[in-house]
């Protein structure tokens, strides 16, 4: 499950500064499993100096006039800082609903208010502000084949608060959370490792019906984005056999999975010819599922 450490700092811990923090947290590839994040979100709980950290480096991108860095593609909610070889640094900025023009209270690097999951192990902490409240549910990966629609366990966990100083790290794929907006303008300075695992997507999830309820266009959904333009354009058995060689390149099934979705729905092909050919395996063929669950209609 998620892991949730208060603000306070045991009286015996020595406090780190957060540049010093970063290079020992390559110490995380001495421990396994779970106990690799749980050193992680402890050495950030115990760093300060994290705004300061901040703000130095917008500075240094307005001496260096390097203001096309300033915008990498998340706009001003969030921005990239400096990491190492194995963390990548972003702060997010989690603003109050009504502040600025949120669409459904939905705006890119803001997921209020939808379930979801992550695809990479996310270790946050709450450095500014009374930060946002989350709602944390459990599910077992493994036993999800990602279909929308499909019946997902999910398990109530709690709920949370990111406020300043505290530290939550979730866990690639297992833990779900749906972020709701803080009072008042809040940071989080998230800690996001290098080393990923692309075998299962990011998704979305229905907490009232505990099914899957779409993904999202990035990583996975806007590749799948891409090749399904590809074969609206272009219906020729040249695409076809290119979709075939992009899918068997990929170890995610459930990538594989979508792409017989487009092959079905773009170019005529069988969607069981399809999923034959990428050797799924049962539980990507079974026939509770059929190819509009794994559509890319379902990108959100």
């Keep these: 499950m998620a892991l949730f450490i208060g603000p306070n700092l045991d009286p015996d811990e020595q406090r780190i500064p957060i540049a010093e923090a970063i290079g020992l947290m390559e110490g995380y590839r001495n421990f396994e499993d779970r106990e690799k994040w749980h050193f992680v979100a402890n050495l ?97 990966s493994d036993a999800c084949a990602g279909a929308v629609g499909e019946p997902t366990k999910l398990h109530p966990q709690g709920e949370f608060q990111l406020c300043d100083q505290s530290v939550i790290w979730f866990e690639a794929f297992e833990d779900i959370h749906i972020q709701i907006p803080p009072d008042d303008e809040s940071i989080s300075f998230n800690l996001i490792p290098t080393e990923r695992n692309f075998e299962k997507p990011q998704l979305f999830f229905d907490t009232t019906s505990s099914t899957v309820s779409g993904f999202p266009e990035n990583s996975f959904g806007s590749t799948l984005s891409y090749l399904d333009l590809m074969a609206s354009l272009n219906s020729s058995q040249e695409v076809s056999e290119l979709l075939v060689e992009i899918a068997m ?52």
């Design 44 to 140: 950030l709980h115990r760093s300060h100096g994290e705004v300061e950290f901040l703000e130095a480096h917008i500075k240094r991108l307005f001496e260096n006039e390097e203001y096309d860095k300033i915008s990498d593609g998340y706009r001003s909610n969030s921005l990239a800082l400096p990491g190492s070889e194995s963390f990548r640094v972003r702060i997010n900025r989690w603003r109050p609903v009504g502040t600025r023009p949120i669409d459904n209270y939905v705006d890119i690097g803001l997921s209020y208010g939808i379930a979801h999951n992550h695809d990479f192990q996310l270790i946050t902490k709450g450095i500014f502000g009374d930060g946002y409240r989350t709602k944390v549910f459990k599910i077992k």
């Design 249 to 300: 390149s990929s170890r995610s099934r459930w990538f594989r999975t979508c792409v017989a979705s487009i092959l079905s729905r773009r170019l005529g092909m069988e969607y069981a010819e399809a999923l034959d050919k990428f050797e799924l395996a049962p539980e990507f063929r079974s026939a509770k599922f059929d190819s509009e669950q794994f559509s890319t209609v379902n990108i959100r």
